[in-house]
């Protein structure tokens, strides 16, 4: 079947004066239609930057596209010219960002912020265009839109601007909706609500959404599938059971074992992930977690894992699910009785 | 309220500049006919003071100068017994404001083009050439420009009346003239605002909804990046005022600019005060103007009398 947003090899780098920065290294994922796909990871690890090459918000120079497919509708947007993005971009896939605060023009009013939006991709006229908007307003959970309509970004809150940046994302009812850290810059009660209205209004309208997150606990209410992103690549991707019940690489079990349980009375250390990201000026020719694996072996820090399948549509770039090595179980066990 | 508040703020603000101007001005030596001792005997010397009431203590003069002021009575020049200095006024304004609105315009719009150009074209070629042309601008001083124009728009290549006033032909050498300098410097501010707004996340959320380039830069970038060179026009208005004296002088224009510098040189006490008065008046109300027209602009700004 063919899916209906599917990154191939995508490939990103930034000229600094630094040198060459490679954020995304050979990310693949694709979405399906009607589905949640969360991407967690650390900062750094090139979520944003692989949703916004999807975009095409990457602005070249600085930024190159080395290589890659980004296959939507049957078309590779990265071989699309500018004018065609533009009719891609805000009417079939739409993005709401991580910082309301300053996601929003403060010198529009947010009803035309939404219009602009329709205006650009229907044929609609004035009137019709106005009400559309008003419409969204009210179908983002805000009271009185007719008056909202009106006013400016200043005069909401975060919570509510975060809501009107979905509006905007979603007034033309686009296929997917891209969701970077939406949630990031809120209050946690808000951020419940916010997370809400995404699930409501993607059943309603039929959407899919790529939620960047690096929030487990989001992730596992509200995605079906997970890529996880460390150092520019997908290190494991699966379903929320496969990544939650039966992690299969190194950085993910580290991810789920820093989540601190509230659930039980005695106080714990919280439990990090020991050491810094990699450099990635100079990635590592191998793994690019092996510095900071407690099971690294000699070869990822030579050669870089391939994705192993370790399911149905549940991969793993690690070495340890090589059929070659030892179970970790096994040696745990040799371990105890040695 | 607010309105209110600040029509009185500016008459006080009048009167001070009015009181500092007339105190400043007693305290230079000499008088309008110091030049005239050597001819003229002392009694009639004595005379002519006592005519202009020069004879009296300054704060009688003051005194008496602010009942005039209060009525709009700005006095006669003693320099020229038959003219008062509301007619000189009335007389050289319209010229100097002629050529201080035209220059504040091709200041406004050919700066805010610079600096937009050259933000689009970031580390280009037409950045360069926009920097290249601002540095110009800000570093050559009008007294220089002003011949250099006449040498080749009115001289050389016979384009425009070399210099004097009369038609409209006669005013566009010296607007531009006058216009150099702070069309370089808003080329400048905007460039640097515009490069500013162009990196923010609404920008970057205007894209995402589609937009084309042209409707990011109009609707999203310039009207923001505009409110740093709004705040920039008062003092530019007062650079351009005072710009005039010079390029009057240079264009034989009959403004006003002429009479502030004799004035001074003259000890034309009326003259001084009145042309001060009056300059300072256009500031203020352009100041407030400004802020009038921060409001439309930015909807952030709510106008109040202050204390809330």
């Known amino acids: 079947m063919d899916h209906l947003l599917e990154v191939k090899n995508l490939e990103v780098h930034f000229k600094t004066y630094g040198g060459e920065v490679k954020a995304v290294r050979d990310v693949s994922f694709h979405v399906d239609k009607g589905e949640t796909v969360a991407i967690v990871g650390e900062s750094g690890s090139g979520k944003s930057v692989t949703v916004q090459t999807v975009m095409g918000l990457i602005p070249t120079p600085p930024g190159k596209i080395k290589n890659g497919e980004i296959l939507f509708d049957g078309q590779d947007l990265l071989k699309l010219s500018k004018k065609q993005m533009q009719k891609i971009k805000g009417s079939k896939i739409g993005m709401v960002f991580q910082d309301p605060m300053t996601s929003l023009n403060p010198t529009m009013k947010v009803g035309k912020q939404i219009e602009e939006s329709i205006r650009a991709h229907q044929s609609l006229k004035g009137n019709e265009i106005k009400k559309r908007a008003i419409e969204m307003i009210r179908l983002v959970g805000i009271s009185n839109p007719a008056e909202r309509y009106d006013q400016y970004p200043h005069e909401f809150s975060g919570g509510m601007r975060q809501r009107i940046m979905i509006a905007i994302a979603l007034a033309c009812q686009p296929k997917v909706l891209i969701a970077d850290e939406p949630t990031t810059a809120l209050d946690v009660t808000i951020q419940a609500q916010v997370l809400d209205l995404m699930k409501d209004l993607k059943d309603e309208m039929d959407t899919s959404i790529i939620l960047i997150t690096h929030d487990l606990g989001v992730v596992a209410e509200t995605a079906e599938r997970v890529a996880v992103m460390y150092g520019g690549i997908i290190v494991e991707a699966g379903t929320v059971e496969d990544i939650f019940r039966e992690p299969k690489h190194p950085y993910t079990w580290g991810l789920l074992e820093s989540v601190p349980d509230i659930t039980k009375d005695e106080k714990k250390r919280l439990v990090p992930i020991e050491g810094s990201p990699p450099d990635l000026f100079s990635p590592p020719k191998g793994c690019p977690f092996a510095p900071r694996c407690k099971y690294a072996m000699e070869v990822c820090v030579e050669e870089m894992p391939p994705a192993f399948d370790v399911g149905e549509d549940h991969h793993a770039k690690c070495w340890l699910n090589d059929p070659r090595t030892p179970k970790l179980e096994d040696l745990v066990a040799a371990g105890r009785e040695a | ?308």
């Open chain 2, 1 to 308: 309220m607010y309105i209110v508040k600040r029509l009185l703020t500016m008459l006080v603000t009048i009167w001070v500049i009015a009181s500092l101007t007339f105190l400043i001005m007693k305290i230079i030596p000499g008088d309008p006919f110091a030049s005239d001792a050597d001819v003229l005997p002392e009694e009639v010397l004595e005379n002519v003071r006592a005519k202009y009431n020069l004879d009296e203590p300054i704060p009688v003069q003051y005194l008496m100068y602010m009942r005039d002021l209060a009525t709009f009575d700005l006095g006669i020049s003693i320099q020229s017994e038959t003219r008062d200095v509301n007619g000189i006024i009335a007389d050289g304004a319209p010229a100097s404001a002629l050529l201080g609105t035209q220059a504040l315009v091709i200041a406004l719009v050919f700066g805010l083009l610079l600096g937009i150009i050259a933000a689009l074209n970031h580390n280009k070629f037409l950045d360069y050439l926009s920097m290249f042309i601002a540095i110009i601008g800000i570093s050559i001083p009008s007294f220089i420009l002003a011949p250099l124009l006449i040498k080749y728009f009115a001289v050389d290549w016979g384009l425009l009346p070399v210099a004097s006033w009369g038609t409209w032909e006669h005013s566009i050498l010296p607007s531009f003239a006058l216009a150099a300098t702070p069309l370089a410097v808003i080329a400048r501010f905007m460039r640097s605002s515009m490069l500013e707004v162009m990196n923010q996340n609404y920008i970057k959320t205007a894209d995402a909804k589609g937009l084309p380039v042209t409707k990011l830069v109009i609707s999203h970038g310039i009207r923001n990046a505009i409110l740093p060179v709004v705040s920039f026009i008062g003092p530019l208005f007062v650079f351009l005022i005072t710009g005039t004296f010079v390029i009057e002088k240079i264009f034989a224009i009959p403004g006003i600019g002429r009479y502030f510098v004799d004035s001074i040189f003259n000890r034309d006490y009326p003259v001084i005060m009145g042309t001060t008065i009056f300059f300072s008046s256009i500031l203020v109300v352009t100041l407030f103007l400004i802020d009038l027209s921060y409001r439309f602009i930015d909807p952030r700004i709510k106008l109040t009398s202050g204390g809330e």
